[in-house]
């Protein structure tokens, strides 16, 4: 949707972003927390990114605001990580054979899960696999979405995505079934 | 039967024919390594789907509050800063041709390069708070564009680490011209006909700091 930002106020302006961003606030904030580890880290993500996108909604010349809000999303996440140094890239190969031991998890252990140990699982993937499951899993992009956003082909999203669901199931057996 | 992660990856993604998917169909009914596979896949996208949840009261509220305190860049400050750049950028330049007359050296029919690529990184860097200082030496007859932020630059596009251990320098190529972004306690972006390698040495020996 394209605005006529001309001669807007303040609280117009204000008020114009919400109108824009406002249905995509909530798969924002999920995202936000499949990216990083902590809820606070994700509290801190979602406001930065938004802040951002205010700051820089003047210059926005619409177009696919949902895409926007994630890069700008994705250009801060790596912008904390850099400053903060740290965080290990972990193997995933190595995670894979570890935890291949073919166990599963019912229905109503997966209910139980706690959601910090999905969230830990998820901050173990590497960060490619990491941002495309939780852009196609919780944001609900396509994967030909993911892959314009992330200018890669779309058959490498599919195979990150696929890498990272069974990462996932397989690291959560590995912690359900490990008390 | 191909149990390559690719065809499954397709399979999964429904990108398969229909005849390729009833094959497929029968082939997981035999085999347990890709029947593991596809219930792995639907189990890891049932964790991560789980994670979902509404946006909190308290979550928008505080949004809110942040975006009324927050001061939009409006189109007139947004304006001064591109001002600010281009004035900068006449000086450099202002400079440059000054230095082909007096020296004629020969360097300098691509040395705005650099300068278009410095000023394009920093007017595209929405997380920026202020504008950077720019300036433009020249070493080993070459034009060095060196901006200098209070506030960490935006990772450009397709930048790759640098390999010089820092999880803070970047590098990418823009046009036939090198760049390094530096994200430390003070914040450097340099651009250069020169060599990366050669840009990381000056920047080590202080020479662009």
């Known amino acids: 949707m394209r605005v006529d930002r001309r001669r807007r106020g303040p609280s117009d302006e204000h008020r114009a972003f919400l109108d824009e961003v406002d249905s995509h606030l909530e798969a924002l904030r999920n995202i936000a927390g499949g990216l990083v580890r902590s809820q606070h880290q994700a509290e801190d993500l979602f406001q930065d990114t938004c802040l951002r996108a205010y700051a820089g909604f003047a210059r926005w010349r619409g177009g696919d605001v949902r895409s926007w809000l994630v890069a700008i999303m994705m250009n801060s996440m790596r912008m904390n990580l850099r400053r903060a140094k740290s965080r290990p890239v972990e193997k995933i190969d190595e995670r894979v054979e570890q935890l291949c031991d073919g166990r599963s998890v019912e229905a109503t252990v997966l209910a139980a899960i706690d959601r910090d140990v999905i969230v830990a699982a998820l901050g173990e993937l590497p960060e490619l696999a990491r941002i495309c499951v939780v852009l196609t899993d919780l944001g609900g992009f396509t994967t030909q979405e993911v892959a314009d956003l992330l200018d890669c082909p779309r058959g490498t999203v599919l195979a990150r995505v696929h890498r990272a669901r069974r990462t996932m199931a397989q690291v959560i057996d590995h912690k359900v079934g490990t008390p | ?209």
């Open chain 2, 1 to 209: 039967m191909n149990h390559d992660e690719t065809h499954l990856a397709a399979y999964i993604a429904g990108d398969l024919s229909g005849t390729e998917e009833d094959a497929f169909d029968v082939h997981l009914l035999d085999c347990a390594t890709c029947s593991r596979a596809v219930d792995e896949d639907h189990r890891g996208h049932r964790l991560v789907a789980a994670l979902r949840a509404p946006l909190a009261d308290n979550t928008r509220v505080r949004l809110e509050s942040a975006l009324l305190a927050a001061r939009p860049l409006s189109r007139v400050e947004f304006g001064r800063k591109v001002l600010l750049v281009a004035a900068v950028l006449v000086i450099i330049v202002g400079v440059g041709v000054g230095s082909v007359r007096l020296w004629g050296h020969q360097n300098s029919p691509s040395a705005s390069t650099p300068i278009a690529v410095v000023t394009d990184l920093i007017v595209s860097d929405s997380g920026l708070e202020a504008a950077p200082t720019v300036q433009s030496v020249t070493i080993d007859g070459v034009t060095v564009v060196v901006a200098r932020s209070a506030t960490a630059f935006a990772m450009p596009t397709n930048s790759r680490p640098a390999e010089n251990g820092s999880v803070d320098t970047w590098l990418v190529e823009r046009d036939g011209v090198n760049v390094v972004c530096i994200n430390g306690d003070h914040p450097l972006l340099v651009a250069s006909l020169l060599e990366p390698q050669r840009l990381l040495d000056l920047i080590a020996e202080g020479e662009l700091r």
